[in-house]
C-alpha cells in the first residue's frame, strides 16, 4: 500500500531522532501516545534561546529581557489563536497537562460542598482522576463514574441520567490515550451546561491530531501538554473561560503573581499572571508556540487524514493475526492501537519488539480502570504520528509475527 496524502519521506528529515538505530535496526518509533518527537525546527527554537536571548521575563528592563517576554508573550498569543480563544490571558503556561488539572482541581476546592457531584470518564488517565479523589476527599463532595461500553465508547444515556442539580462538574479527555477513542466532547459539554455543571476536557491526546476551537466546542476548561504534539517536556497549557479564571484563586503562591505584597496581605496579579508564580520554562514556552507552527505548516486536516490511513492498514493487517485482540474499536478513533496475543504477557511483546527496533508501549498506560474493564494487566499500544510510515507499519507486524512465534 502506498500513502498518499502526506511526504512523510521529506517530513522524516525533519526530526534527527528518526535517522538514528536502537539494537541495530532503524529505530521505529511508535510510542507516540506517551510523547512525540521533536523537529529540528522546535529544537532549533530552544537552541537558539539559550544562544542569544536566555533572561528572565516580565521584569528586566534590558534588552535580553524584552526579547525574552516578546517572544513568550508571541508564544501565548499563537496557542491562543491556534486553540481560537477569545482572549491571550485565558490561555495559562503549564508544566502540563497534569499540573493544569491540578490547578483547576485546587481551585475547585473552596468551590465544591458536601453532596456535590463530579462526573469522570470510566477511560481517564490517572492524572484525570487522582486530583478529583483527592479534592472529594477534601470537602465531601462525590466522585461518579461515567461508564462505557465493551468498544471503549461511553454511556451518552448513563451520562444523561446521571446529570443533576448537583453535578457541579464534568471531566473527560477529548482522545482516550489508552484506546484512541475520540468522545464527543460537544455533546457532553452541551449536556452539562445544561444541568448547571462546568465541564474540563483533557485535550493531552487530542491537540496532536484535530484542531480543538475553545469557543466553539464552549467548554470552561482544556488542557494540552506540548510534548505530545512535537514541542518540549515539561510545558503545556490551561485554558480556562476568564470568568471561571477569575473565580478561581490561585493554586501557588510566589513572583510574578502577585500586584502588591506587606505581610498584612497580597494582592493577586492580574490573569494570566495570577496562576504563573515563578520563573517558567521560558524556553519550553516559545518552543511550544514554535511546535503549533510546524503542525501547522503541515495542516492539521492533513495529519488527521494521513493518520487515518495509517490507522486503518495497521488495524487490517494486525487483525489478520490468529489470536490478536484489539482493545478499543470505537467508531470514532485515532491512530492509536491497543492489543493483546491470547497466552502471552502484553511485556514479553514488547520486550522483543524493542530488540528489534521497535518501540511500543505496554502496560495499563496510566488507565488502570480501563485494564480493569477490560480485565486484563495491561496492552501492548502502538500509537502512530504523522512522521510514521506504511514501511515502519510493515515493521510492527513482521515484528508481532515473529515475538508470537517466539512466545508460543
Ligand atoms: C499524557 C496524558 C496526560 C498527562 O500529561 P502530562 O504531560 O504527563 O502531564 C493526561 N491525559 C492524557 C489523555 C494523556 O494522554
Given at each position: ?32 501516545a ?87 470518564s470510566a477511560m481517564e488517565h ?22 462505557m461500553n465493551q468498544q471503549g465508547e461511553l ?18 479527555n477529548h482522545i482516550s490515550n489508552a484506546l484512541g477513542t475520540i468522545n ?21 491526546q ?105 490507522l ?14 484489539i482493545y478499543g474499536t470505537a467508531a470514532d478513533k485515532t491512530s492509536v492501537i491497543s492489543f ?24 495499563h498506560h496510566c488507565a488502570?480502570p480501563i485494564m480493569?474493564f477490560y480485565?486484563i494487566?495491561?496492552t501492548?499500544r502502538?500509537s ?25
Amino acid at each position: 500500500m502506498q500513502a498518499t496524502t502526506l511526504d512523510v519521506t521529506a517530513i522524516r528529515k525533519d526530526f534527527p531522532i528518526l535517522q538514528r538505530k536502537v539494537n541495530g535496526y532503524p529505530l521505529v518509533y511508535l510510542d507516540n501516545a506517551a510523547t512525540s518527537q521533536t523537529p529540528r525546527q522546535v529544537i532549533d527554537v530552544i537552541v537558539d534561546y539559550y544562544s542569544r536571548y536566555n533572561a528572565n521575563i516580565h521584569r528586566g528592563v534590558h534588552a535580553l529581557s524584552q526579547e525574552a517576554t516578546d517572544a513568550y508573550e508571541q508564544a501565548r498569543e499563537k496557542i491562543r489563536s491556534h486553540f481560537n480563544a477569545a482572549h491571550s490571558h485565558e490561555i495559562i503556561f503549564t508544566s502540563g497537562t497534569t499540573e493544569a488539572i491540578n490547578l483547576v482541581a485546587n481551585g475547585f476546592s473552596s468551590l465544591l460542598a458536601e453532596g456535590d457531584e463530579i462526573l469522570v470518564s470510566a477511560m481517564e488517565h490517572h492524572s484525570n482522576i487522582v486530583p478529583w479523589q483527592m479534592l472529594c476527599e477534601r470537602n465531601g463532595a462525590k466522585l461518579r463514574v461515567i461508564p462505557m461500553n465493551q468498544q471503549g465508547e461511553l454511556e451518552m444515556d448513563t451520562y444523561r441520567e446521571m446529570l443533576s442539580g448537583k453535578t457541579k462538574l464534568v471531566f473527560c479527555n477529548h482522545i482516550s490515550n489508552a484506546l484512541g477513542t475520540i468522545n464527543p466532547v460537544e455533546e457532553i459539554i452541551r449536556l452539562a451546561h445544561d444541568s448547571g455543571a462546568a465541564v474540563l476536557i483533557d485535550g493531552a491526546q487530542a491537540a496532536p491530531h484535530l484542531k480543538a476551537d475553545m469557543q466553539q466546542l464552549d467548554v470552561d476548561f482544556y488542557t494540552v501538554s506540548a510534548h505530545k504534539l512535537c514541542g518540549p517536556t515539561g510545558v503545556g497549557m490551561l485554558y480556562g473561560k476568564e470568568e471561571w479564571l477569575r473565580k478561581l484563586p490561585p493554586y501557588k503562591g510566589g513572583g510574578e503573581m502577585i500586584a502588591e505584597v506587606t505581610f498584612e496581605k497580597t494582592t493577586y496579579a492580574d490573569l494570566p499572571h495570577k496562576f504563573e508564580a515563578g520563573t517558567p520554562n521560558i524556553a519550553g514556552g516559545i518552543a511550544f508556540g514554535a511546535a503549533l507552527d510546524y503542525l501547522n505548516a503541515i495542516g492539521m486536516e492533513a495529519i488527521a487524514r494521513y493518520e487515518q490511513e495509517l490507522l486503518a492498514y495497521a488495524t487490517q493487517k494486525l487483525q489478520e493475526i490468529e489470536g490478536l485482540r484489539i482493545y478499543g474499536t470505537a467508531a470514532d478513533k485515532t491512530s492509536v492501537i491497543s492489543f493483546n496475543i491470547d497466552g502471552i504477557h502484553p511485556y514479553d511483546i514488547g520486550t522483543l519488539l524493542d530488540k528489534m527496533g521497535i518501540a511500543v508501549r505496554t502496560g495499563h498506560h496510566c488507565a488502570q480502570p480501563i485494564m480493569d474493564f477490560y480485565q486484563i494487566p495491561g496492552t501492548v499500544r502502538a500509537s502512530f504520528c504523522f512522521y510514521n510510515s506504511i514501511e515502519e507499519i510493515d515493521r510492527l507486524v513482521e515484528g508481532v509475527k515473529k515475538a508470537k512465534d517466539m512466545l508460543l
